[in-house]
């Protein structure tokens, strides 16, 4: 692996190899001293054309974990905006001496038109509507320790929100797909995917539904630049009919699991008590973020080869 | 940014990185078995003479933490703590550590980690005893320095291991010793354990073909 751009590079083996990897690295990241010097002189440069500061924090905290430098891009404060193109701007910071390129672009295929420009490796940190592999790899990191098992095979999961226009949901449904859960995703018809071609999953409109049989509940985050179109008339609407309300969590199995890969909308698509109630693992989500970032880099940076 | 792949455990300090199957060809050669150096009893043996040392050399065993490196070093560091509880009634505690980060190669050739770190207790005070199952050029027995380092402030690090086989390239000696054994530097000590490897616990020295 030369690159991580989509979950479709990894497979299932790869999807297993790395979680295994990243629980190495989730040991490290509890120690009192969180650094070990495994990628000592390689250089990792954030590359970010749409504001997320949570996800460069996360690649950023894992690159110094492992002892790289970190050089940091984002567009806000670039050439970008004296008129440089995108070739110029990765040829120019690739002759600097990078090893990895962590890239965040609002046009999906970005990061795939830099890796076939570069020689560094290049890490998809979501483009556009595309994909976010690593969101979906550290997803499945925390349901897997929060299951305590490695086999996902069977497990019922609802997508819940704004599918089509989120790419977590796109790299979340390949991956579970992938390591053997049943997934559907749940959401208004406007907001779902036009067709479910290349989707492996089901879809569903009527949240509750499908929710007494879920083992895991995935709300997505609604974006409110989406809101007062056709395509969303109103927060409170959404709220009653896909809200994570705390009267729909009394109606969840006993063990059932609920996810957010933040930021949330607290009383918009997640209730603040179910949130911050016992059966959410939101918390480790963030956490776990790191090591599985750390896994990423080690796998393409310092491991001498593709993992497995 | 790919280094070549080993087969097997043909590189030096390579003996804690090695696939499991024995009679896999490394580095392109067909190994065979050249001696078998120790069996099941004299293993068992080795294990017994290197707990009763470890006890002997700190006036017992209340401050001793043993500490294996993936993969037959933990094996190793359970049995000692076995013996030691046998003879000497106390519970050592059995840590693992991973030195696949600390390596001074990484880059040049494949790495692969083997396990997470676990040391159940505080290293700071302690007398800390490295176990693994070769000690080669030392350079895994450096790495491992490192790892250690991270976790605390032992009060002493000694190392035990099974074989000591010669061509150190760091000033590195072991504490506890199974068995001396002069090796070429092409050749492979193997170090059979139930529970890791199939078949009957022992030790062997192959080499390449000619």
Not at chain 2, 57 to 80: F, K
Not at chain 2, 132 to 159: H, N, S, Y
Request: glycine content about 10%.
């Amino acid at each position: 692996m030369n690159d991580l751009l989509s979950i479709d590079d990894l497979g299932a083996a790869g999807i297993g190899d790395l979680l295994d990897l990243s629980d190495s690295f989730v040991e490290v990241t509890q120690r009192d001293i969180p650094k070990i010097p495994a990628l000592r002189g390689k250089t990792v440069v954030t590359l970010f054309y749409e504001d997320s500061t949570r996800t460069r924090l996360s690649f950023e905290t894992a690159a110094k974990r492992l002892t790289a430098d970190t050089m940091s891009f984002t567009a806000a404060s670039s050439a970008v905006g004296k008129g440089e193109s995108l070739l110029d701007t990765v040829r120019t910071i690739e002759a600097m001496g990078v090893d990895a390129m962590v890239v965040r672009h609002r046009c999906a295929g970005a990061p795939h038109r830099i890796a076939s420009w570069i020689d560094a490796a290049v890490v998809n940190a979501g483009d556009g509507r595309h994909e976010h592999p690593t969101q979906a790899l550290l997803d499945l990191l925390t349901l897997r320790r929060r299951l305590g098992s490695d086999s996902f095979r069977g497990l019922r999961v609802g997508i819940v929100g704004d599918v089509r226009h989120s790419r977590v949901a796109r790299s979340g449904v390949k991956a579970f797909a992938a390591v053997g859960a049943d997934v559907t995703v749940v959401g208004p018809p406007t907001l779902l995917p036009e067709s479910l071609e290349g989707w492996p999953a089901r879809a569903a409109t009527d949240l509750d539904d499908v929710l007494p049989e879920l083992d895991v509940v995935y709300l997505l985050r609604i974006q409110r630049e989406r809101l007062g179109s056709a395509l969303l008339p109103s927060l409170r609407e959404y709220t009653s009919r896909y809200g994570l309300t705390a009267a729909r969590a009394a109606r969840l199995k006993p063990d059932t699991v609920v996810m957010h890969p933040g930021p949330m909308n607290r009383g918009v698509e997640i209730a603040a008590e179910v949130a911050d109630g016992p059966a959410s693992i939101i918390t480790e989500q963030v956490a776990n973020g790191v090591a599985v970032r750390m896994a990423v880099l080690w796998s393409l940076l310092g491991s001498g080869g593709p993992v497995a | 940014m790919t280094a070549p792949i080993a087969g097997g455990g043909d590189l030096p300090g390579d003996d804690d990185n090695r696939g499991t199957n024995p009679a896999a060809p490394s580095g392109g050669h067909l190994f065979s078995l050249r001696a078998k150096v120790f069996d099941a009893d004299d293993l068992r043996r080795a294990h017994t003479r290197i707990a009763h040392e470890i006890v002997e050399r700190n006036h017992g065993a209340a401050d001793v933490v043993l500490i294996g490196l993936y993969t037959r070093g933990v094996a190793v560091a359970h049995r000692l703590a076995e013996a030691i509880e046998r003879f000497e009634g106390v519970a050592v505690p059995v840590g693992a550590i991973d030195v696949a980060f600390y390596r001074d190669d990484i880059g040049l050739r494949r790495i692969q980690p083997l396990g997470p770190t676990e040391v159940p207790v505080d290293v700071a005070g302690r007398v800390v005893v490295l176990v693994d199952d070769v000690l080669f050029t030392g350079r895994t027995a450096r790495a491992a320095l490192e790892a250690i380092t991270e976790l605390g402030r032992p009060r002493a690090v000694q190392l035990a291991v099974l074989v000591d086989r010669g061509h150190r390239e760091l000033p590195i000696r072991a504490d506890y010793v199974g068995k001396n054994l002069p090796t070429k530097v092409a050749e492979d000590v193997r170090v059979r354990l139930q529970g890791v490897d199939d078949g009957d616990d022992g030790i062997e020295i192959w080499g390449p073909e000619s």
